[in-house]
């Protein structure tokens, strides 16, 4: 699986982003799908997730302000930021595992979300 996100950029805090994580192959279905950021000097962390059930789960930092989705026909999955803050800043990536599994093994290149106050 190769992965594509995209949608980053410069927003002011408050404001709203959608990132995009665009899937290669045909069982992108059977995937369950993540998204991750890294803040400058800080470890890689969880911020969604979504298995192939459409069950979904937040870290507690976004919960209630970030929505992850997915759109199987166009292997696609989504991050829909809104209220976003100064803490948020960082790149963000999407990341994929096999249904049923621990470990994410494919991974994006990351887009870099920053918020300004």
């Known amino acids: 699986v190769q992965l594509q996100a995209s949608g980053g950029g410069l927003i002011q805090a408050g404001g709203s982003l959608r990132l995009s994580c665009a899937a290669s192959g045909r069982t992108f279905s059977t995937y369950s799908m993540g998204w991750f950021r890294q803040a400058p000097g800080k470890e890689r962390e969880f911020v969604a997730g979504i298995d192939k059930w459409w069950s979904t789960s937040y870290a507690d930092a976004v919960k209630d302000r970030f929505t992850i989705s997915r759109d199987n026909a166009q292997n696609t999955v989504y991050l829909q930021m809104n209220s976003l803050n100064v803490e948020d800043t960082a790149v963000y990536y999407c990341?994929?595992?096999?249904?049923?599994?621990?470990?994410?093994?494919?991974w994006g290149q990351g887009t870099l979300v920053t918020v300004s106050s």
């Open positions: 990341a994929a595992k096999r249904a049923g599994t621990t470990n994410y093994l494919y």
